[in-house]
């Protein structure tokens, strides 16, 4: 018997709010059928354009998860939107972290009241696109012709689903390395680039006396599978199978990341954290000089690191091996499909309007994210915002690598599981491979259950 999707949700939510410390597409990460521009191929017909402006005063709602940093950006952007769109007021209505905005969510849809446009968590669009929630955007897209090729085509396959395209990337972070570059280049090395460079990486900054050890060679997220899931497909390994229908856990590619996180943590050599304070404990050891090297989110680098190290920072794509990936992660911005017919044009000018290239730069800088769009790198406000922060340019010169996460309903749910056993592996020194071996009925059983 399915699961009611509304249960499953509510669910997932709960989980999801359990695991969330950062910040999903299929588990072989292919980009969506395409129509020409990156476009997802859809049958459906595209709304027609008004033959005429219409002008008839509109309210839009438009809820999202930005915190405090970000809001004078955000209400100098809506101040301009409208100014563009006199006709049009749009009421920004805080609504908490994702999982308190996912949870009000699924209420408004339950009682048919609901904003026009909001955030949505990366990983969560599959939940809430498989139920019908958001408006699928192709029609729009297709019938003003908007560039798609300008986005990355990981970000674009990160907010679509079954090759539709809901949703368009505003608050993007991915997974980088942030190092010490003061002390890498007094030892003469750099970070390492493949998996082969690993080891020799290791022993030229690892420090240790005995059994103690004084600094790591780098530290790796346990605490989120946003972390964990580019070493595990970067190993050559899936989180779901390519039918969606089973994990990879089984299967040797998909068990060589954790073969090699236990090696170096038994070793001593690299940090992991997993639990309450684990974030912020792997910061203070890497400002302490305890840690030469952390697996981070790039939000974090001028919230967390710029201003507070005592060394110069360098970032540095993740190393691959038999690929070479980042996972995306942040919100993207959504039409919801129950918004009044009125209030849907409004709602997708003022999602062309947040996602344009013309405010790109200028709206990452200020809320500390990544710009989104490809054309922006060569202008007179790309190349000022690249050589304010260089640190960036890493992501854009691997750009097309950035990826959406493994998608499918379940998957927060499957992630939860597995993480458990990396917990078990950080906290208790336990062997995580009969623990994973022990979930994977579960995990599949879940999936069977779609």
């Known amino acids: 018997m399915k699961r009611s999707k509304t249960a499953l949700i509510l669910t997932i939510i709960?989980?999801?709010?359990?695991?969330?410390?950062?910040?999903?597409?299929?588990?072989?990460?292919?980009?969506?059928?395409?129509?020409?521009?990156?476009?997802?191929?859809?049958?459906?017909?595209?709304?027609?354009?008004?033959?005429?402006?219409?002008?008839?005063?509109?309210?839009?709602q438009y809820w999202h998860s930005h915190n405090e940093v970000q809001m004078d950006i955000l209400k100098k952007m809506i101040s301009e939107f409208q100014k563009e769109n006199p006709h049009i007021t749009v009421e920004e209505v805080f609504q908490g972290g994702y999982p308190d905005l996912h949870k009000k969510l699924q209420a408004a849809v339950a009682a048919n009241e609901v904003p026009a446009v909001t955030?949505?968590?990366?990983?969560?669009?599959?939940?809430?696109?498989?139920?019908?929630?958001?408006?699928?955007?192709?029609?729009?897209?297709?019938?003003?012709?908007?560039?798609?090729?300008?986005?990355?085509?990981?970000?674009?396959?990160?907010?679509?689903?079954?090759?539709?395209?809901?949703?368009?990337?505003?608050?993007?972070?991915?997974?980088?390395?942030?190092?010490?570059?003061?002390?890498?280049?007094?030892?003469?090395?750099?970070?390492?680039?493949?998996?082969?460079?690993?080891?020799?990486?290791?022993e030229k900054v690892a420090v240790k006396e005995g059994k103690e050890t004084k600094r790591y060679a780098f530290a790796v997220p346990g605490w989120d599978a946003w972390y964990t899931d580019p070493w595990m497909i970067n190993g050559g390994g899936t989180v779901l199978s390519e039918d969606k229908k089973s994990v990879g856990f089984d299967q040797p590619d998909g068990l060589r990341w954790l073969e090699n996180l236990r090696k170096w943590t038994t070793d001593g050599t690299v940090q992991m954290g997993y639990g309450p304070g684990a974030s912020s404990n792997m910061r203070q050891m890497f400002l302490d000089e305890q840690i030469a090297m952390v697996h981070h989110s790039s939000a974090t680098l001028k919230s967390a690191y710029m201003g507070n190290a005592k060394f110069e920072l360098g970032v540095s794509f993740?190393?691959?091996?038999?690929?070479?990936?980042?996972?995306?992660?942040?919100?993207?911005?959504?039409?919801?499909?129950?918004?009044?017919?009125?209030?849907?044009?409004?709602?997708?000018?003022?999602?062309?309007?947040?996602?344009?290239?013309?405010?790109?730069?200028?709206?990452?800088?200020?809320?500390?994210?990544l710009p989104t769009r490809k054309s922006v790198v060569d202008t007179e406000e790309g190349k000022a915002y690249f050589a304010e922060l260089p640190q960036y340019k890493v992501v854009f010169d691997n750009f097309d690598n950035v990826i959406g996460r493994p998608q499918h309903p379940a998957y927060t749910e499957i992630n939860g599981i597995y993480m458990e056993a990396v917990g078990k592996m950080i906290l208790e020194g336990a062997d995580p491979f009969p623990l994973l071996k022990s979930k994977i009925k579960e995990m599949n059983d879940i999936l069977q259950e779609y």
């Not at 942040?330 to 999602?351: N, R, S, T």
Request: proline letters at 8%; one cysteine or more; hydrophobic letters at 35%.
């Open 14 to 60: 709960t989980i999801f709010t359990l695991l969330l410390g950062a910040c999903s597409n299929n588990a072989q990460n292919t980009p969506p059928a395409t129509t020409g521009q990156n476009t997802p191929a859809t049958n459906d017909p595209k709304p027609e354009a008004p033959k005429e402006e219409d002008t008839t005063p509109v309210t839009i």
């Open 119 to 202: 955030n949505v968590e990366v990983a969560s669009l599959p939940n809430f696109a498989d139920s019908g929630v958001f408006t699928d955007l192709t029609p729009f897209i297709e019938r003003d012709a908007v560039d798609m090729e300008d986005f990355s085509s990981g970000m674009l396959q990160a907010y679509s689903y079954n090759g539709r395209q809901y949703g368009f990337p505003l608050i993007v972070a991915v997974s980088v390395m942030i190092y010490n570059k003061t002390l890498l280049d007094s030892l003469g090395v750099t970070p390492p680039q493949t998996w082969d460079e690993i080891d020799g990486f290791i």
């Open 318 to 369: 993740l190393p691959g091996d038999k690929k070479r990936i980042s996972n995306i992660g942040g919100a993207g911005i959504v039409m919801m499909d129950k918004a009044p017919d009125a209030q849907k044009e409004a709602a997708w000018k003022f999602i062309k309007f947040m996602t344009g290239k013309e405010h790109n730069v200028e709206w990452a800088k200020e809320t500390g994210y």
